[in-house]
């Protein structure tokens, strides 16, 4: 919960006004705190059924990896290299094709 500091004599407000005047928004944010009140219905804001309230959209590693690796050369390349025995690309086909190993099938 926020509260006003007492005046403008207590200790630390001099370094509370600086930081929340270098951080603007963070301050408009505690200052309209109050009026934003949330019913969490029994729950805390930081539990994970209210996560999607808070936090971006977030694409799971293992797909913004895939997407980075295919960014720059194609399966075709990377197979090539790792034929040529490429420690790189070694990793990234084992990257690319760890689930179909777990399934029992390969990527053509």
């Not at 005047?21 to 059924?49: H, Q, V, Y």
């Not at 390349?77 to 760890?98: D, M, N, T, W, Y």
């Amino acid at each position: 919960m926020f509260c006003k500091c007492p005046d403008e004599s207590h200790k630390d407000y001099e370094a509370w006004e600086k930081f929340l005047t270098d951080n603007d928004e963070l301050g408009e944010d505690i200052s309209c705190a109050e009026t934003r009140k949330k019913d969490w219905k029994g729950t805390m804001p930081w539990d994970d059924e209210n996560r999607h309230l808070y936090m971006e959209e977030e694409t799971p590693s293992d797909q913004a990896c895939e997407a980075q690796i295919l960014e720059k050369r194609s399966l075709r390349q990377i197979r090539e290299a790792v034929v040529g025995r490429c420690p790189k690309s070694v990793f990234e086909l084992a990257h690319l094709q760890r689930n179909d190993v777990k399934k029992g099938k390969m990527k053509e």
